[in-house]
C-alpha cells in the first residue's frame, strides 16, 4: 500500500521559503537551523502518504504536486477509485500538512493521496524531538506557527459548517412548502 518514496533533492532556498511561508513566527534566519532536521520524499501519483488511523510519524509541506486529503465513510470501508465523495479538502504547492495527529499524537483523522507525482519535505518525530532538545526557543515558535495554522483551519471548518446547516435548512423549508 505504502511505496517507498526515493529522497529527490531541493535546494536549501527552496526548503527556507516554504519554512518562511508556513511559519511566520520563525525569521529567516532561523530557517537555516530548521534544515538539518528536515528530509524529503517523491511520491508517485495515486499513493497513500498516510492513512487514517496510522499513527503520525511526520508532518510534511508540498514542494510540487497536489495531493487530496479524505475521509473513509461511516462504515469503515475502503476508499472507492475516485474518492470524490470523500475529499475533506485539495493541497497543492508550499501547503503544510499531518500537523494535527502529530501535535496531538493521536491517530491520523484523514488520509493523505497523491493526486500527481509529489515532492514533500518532512519533518519526522524523532527531528521534532531533537529540535526541541537543541533549539528550544526555535522549537516554541514552531509549535505557535502551527498552532496558529490549526486555528485558522479550525476557523473556516466551522464557518463551512454554519454554511451547510443554512443550506440544510433552506432546502428543508423549500420541500415542506
Known sequence: MYEIPEEPEISDQVKQELLSDNFPG????DTVSVLPFL???NYQKDTMIFTEGDVSEFICII???EIIVVKED???LRFDSNYEHQIITRLHKGQLFG???FID???RSASAVTVSETVVIKLDRDNFDKMR???PRLWGNFILSISKLVCTR???SGGALVDLRLSIDSALSALSN
Open 39 to 41: 528530509t524529503s520524499s
Open 105 to 107: 499524537e493521536l491517530p
Open 26 to 29: 520563525i525569521s529567516p534566519e
Open 133 to 135: 532538545d537543541e533549539h
Open 63 to 65: 514542494v510540487s504536486g
Open 74 to 76: 461511516s462504515k469503515h
Open 154 to 156: 479550525l476557523r473556516r
Open 99 to 101: 500537523e494535527l495527529a
